[in-house]
């Protein structure tokens, strides 16, 4: 396959499944496995791609919540929301220095995926017996900076899944709500990502070998393909449950195992 038509896959790919709880990271793997792996710069930049289309999205949101910072709500909204990312910050970290790197099989993408599956539809169990919240507490913000710390060691995991589902558990059971603090804090997050590639890249002197004109056409399909796949996820979620993407993850684990 012509490499600028795989570039142009794995970008689609990544838009789609971002945001959807089915794991990028996971299928962009997966792709990799029989497309040729790429740099780590490059999986984390057509990420960021996909993060612009939420930036895109929730302008109108952000801006209200920068300019009127002075407000109680909006002040305590990006506290929250800051909480969140250094607990991120420092987990990811934590897990570098501890030397853990993303596996290089399928396998453990399968089962991730897989048990990811069963844990939407316990999530899903649990939320329909609570009354429907849309508050923001201290304890969502952690559980979310936590999710993002477990979806980054476990490729197959899907962040938006984990924080997603975190903030339900946490007690915000409102799944627009959960969502938009999901994306919010995964736009610092994937930013300072592809951020701290580039920082690795340039100190160990290896910028010249990245294909940037393939990266930039991998972050705009992503960033393309994501603003679709995020605008219908937002309508879909105001009616319809979660179940369809366990039953999905689930499938597709057990059909990557019989594969393997």
């Not at 959807?20 to 780590?40: E, K």
């Amino acid at each position: 396959m012509d490499n600028f038509l795989q570039v142009i896959l794995l970008g689609i790919i990544e838009g789609i499944t971002e945001f959807l709880p089915i794991s990028s990271t996971g299928h962009l793997l997966i792709a990799q496995h029989w497309l040729g792996r790429r740099s780590d710069l490059f999986t984390v930049a057509i990420q960021a791609g996909a993060i612009l289309a939420v930036v895109v999205i929730y302008w109108t949101r952000l801006w209200n919540l920068l300019v009127n910072f002075t407000e109680p709500a909006n002040r305590d909204y990006l506290y929250k929301l800051t909480l969140a990312f250094l607990i991120t910050v420092a987990g990811g970290l934590a897990a570098k220095a501890m030397g853990l790197e993303l596996p290089e099989t399928v396998a453990p993408i399968a089962w991730a995926l897989i048990v990811g599956g069963v844990v939407i539809f316990a999530v899903e169990a649990y939320a329909d017996r609570q009354p429907v919240r849309d508050t923001l507490t201290w304890s969502v913000a952690v559980w979310v900076g936590l999710a993002q710390v477990l979806a980054a060691v476990f490729p197959g995991t899907s962040r938006s899944a984990a924080t997603i589902f975190a903030a339900m558990l946490a007690g915000m059971t409102s799944r627009p709500a959960a969502a938009e603090f999901a994306f919010l804090v995964g736009i610092p997050t994937m930013f300072a990502a592809t951020a701290y590639e580039t920082m690795k890249m340039v100190e160990a002197g290896s910028m010249a070998d990245e294909n940037f004109g393939e990266l930039a056409l991998g972050f705009v399909v992503s960033a393309l393909v994501a603003f679709v796949a995020v605008k219908w996820l937002l309508q879909y979620i105001q009616t319809h449950r979660f179940t369809i993407f366990a039953w999905y993850r689930i499938a597709l684990g057990v059909l990557l195992l019989a594969l393997v």
